[in-house]
């Protein structure tokens, strides 16, 4: 089946700096995206989402940026904390919004 | 409101036994799903029930098993019980509507010795 791939493993990044999680899916059919933090012990938590009729969208201190042409997404996170360290998975929502294909995962490590 | 709620946190059995993992979704929400989440796989999809009947399901052997009730809490089994079972299962709850994304609890820790 299709699947949701990340590019980097692990980013490591100091206390203030801009950080990008990128992520490439194959299904080009797909119209809705989400981004999840997972923290140690948590499940994953919701921080953005994007439909496939928008290339950016903005939250608070997250951007998600959508490239249709060439299947990728990225997260950016401005002024990264030690708070934000976590992993980062990327999902495509199934079309009756019940079900989600994840990536692998980034690791983000935020030194301070 | 409260978010989804799993139980038990942790949990730990020996080879051939079977497990019941259960999952409340947030008030109002009536699709659920099941994830099962390992090191070198990933997240990966179980299931997906709503009005009490399966309607999508992954790839995993038919030891795994779900049932809905009619509250919308969900219950997951697995009979049998392999090492490599040992996993986080995670359930996630839904609206089904546009741009509602399905929200997780935070998983109950499965241990197989």
């Known amino acids: 089946g299709e699947s949701v791939g990340l590019h980097l493993p692990t980013l490591s990044v100091q206390e203030g700096d801009n950080s990008i999680i990128n992520c490439a899916y194959s299904?080009?059919?797909?119209?809705?995206f989400i981004w999840y933090k997972q923290e140690s012990g948590k499940g994953p938590q919701f921080i953005i989402d994007?439909?496939?009729?928008?290339d950016k969208r903005q939250g608070q201190r997250v951007t998600v940026l959508l490239n249709k042409t060439v299947k990728h997404l990225s997260l950016q996170i401005a002024a990264t904390q030690p708070g934000d360290s976590a992993v980062y998975f990327c999902?495509?929502?199934?079309?009756?919004?019940?079900?989600?294909?994840f990536g692998k995962g980034t690791m983000l490590l935020v030194s301070p | 409101k409260a978010g989804v709620t799993q139980t038990p946190r942790y949990l730990i059995k020996t080879r051939g036994q079977q497990v019941t993992l259960s999952c409340s979704p947030i008030s109002g929400h009536r699709s659920v799903s099941w994830y099962q989440q390992t090191p070198g796989q990933g997240l990966q999809f179980l299931f997906e029930?709503?009005?009490?009947?399966?309607?999508n399901k992954g790839n995993f052997p038919g030891r795994f098993s779900g049932r809905q009730f009619s509250n919308s809490r969900s219950e997951m089994n697995v009979s049998t019980l392999e090492l490599g079972d040992s996993a986080l299962y995670l359930c996630a709850s839904s609206l089904l509507t546009e741009n509602s994304p399905l929200h997780f609890g935070n998983g109950t820790r499965l241990t197989v010795t």
């Open positions: 029930y709503f009005s009490e009947t399966q309607r």
């Open positions: 299904n080009s059919a797909s119209d809705y």
């Open positions: 999902a495509e929502v199934n079309s009756g919004y019940s079900t989600l294909t």
């Open positions: 994007i439909r496939s009729n928008m």
